[in-house]
């Protein structure tokens, strides 16, 4: 029996599931052997999985590339804020939360 990915939420990061991640995205390369799919800006901790089956994709020449994981089996995802969280395999589009304050936006922070 095949699962449906779900949406999964780990601080200022949201895994949408997509069901086919653009052919224009290219392949991101990995951070020290693990896939980073966003990096803490003030505390300098960062949302990573370490394991090869999962990569990360962007579309490129956009402010903000469209980011997303394809995690090629379960994985997980950490962060030394947050309780590890299991990714089921499948396709993900990577959303960083944002926050408005009436004048602007601005990244989430954990």
């Known amino acids: 029996m095949k699962r449906n990915p779900q949406q999964v ?6 895994l949408v599931p ?3 991640i653009p052919p224009e995205a290219q392949p991101v390369p990995r951070e020290a052997g693990s896939t980073v799919l966003a990096h803490g800006e003030v505390t300098g901790h ?5 394991h090869k089956a999962a990569k990360l994709f962007a579309i490129p020449g956009t402010v903000e590339p ?12 950490r962060h030394e804020e947050h ?3 299991r990714i089921a395999r499948g396709e993900y589009e990577v959303i960083i939360q944002r926050e408005y304050d009436g004048g602007e936006t601005r990244q989430v922070v954990d």
């Open 18 to 20: 997509v069901t086919l």
């Open 46 to 50: 960062s949302h990573v999985i370490n």
């Open 66 to 77: 469209r980011r997303f994981l394809r995690a090629g089996r379960d994985v997980v995802l």
């Open 9 to 14: 939420r780990q601080g200022d990061v949201l």
């Open 83 to 85: 309780r590890p969280i």
